[in-house]
């Protein structure tokens, strides 16, 4: 995962005991400043996303204060996930790892990766990618998003051009609704990797999303 803001202004130990944005030790994707200028209404969406309740007559220090130690709670229980999961037989498919290959794009060079549902974006506007099922899935319903292939594109039996459907926006004629099965099983086959946005930089819901393969050009 790329490391946020970049590398320490200097090659002192105060850099490295002290690193820029006001970062929580030991967890450097999560930037306190960064969390401190969401709004009200913003930092008791992300609560409540993370099963946090009783929000609703907490000042903003307390709602900050909060969300940093649901996302620190978070970040514990996916390194123990992780490390369990390495001494396991193998990762799953599903596992959120970002997929590489020779055609790998600087979009997903440069995004942050999310391999949990527990995972925040370090801010608005931030350009994530993930391969972890649940992740996407959520992402989707939450915009009553449906999967979906380009009709006339399947081949072999198989799903074609993967998309998401937003009824919302006006149903596409082109698209036909798969299972979430038949779409993960196509994702996985071709080794995508799903690109992504939560919010765009204003702090507003975003549907931005792109399907990328590390193995081809066209993806």
Partial sequence: MPTKNGAGRGSGSTATTNPPGNQTPNTPDINESDIARLKVDQLRDRLRRRGVTGTADM??????????????????????AREGSSSGAGASSSGGGVRKGPQTSKSIKYAQEVTSVDDEPERPGRSLVTTDHEV????????????TTVDGTEHDGHAGVLRFDFPSNGRE?????????????????????FIYQEERSDGKQSNFFRLESPDREDG
Avoid: C, H, Y
Avoid at 136 to 147: L, S
Avoid at 173 to 193: G, H, K, M, V
């Fill in 59 to 80: 000042r903003k220090d307390d709602l900050v204060k909060a969300l940093v130690k649901a996302m620190k709670d978070g970040a514990k229980k996916n390194t123990s």
């Fill in 173 to 193: 004629q082109r698209l036909r609704e798969i299972s979430w099965e038949e779409w993960f099983r196509a994702f996985d086959e071709r080794r995508l990797n």
């Fill in 136 to 147: 996407i899935r959520r992402w989707a319903e939450a915009r009553k998003g449906v999967p």
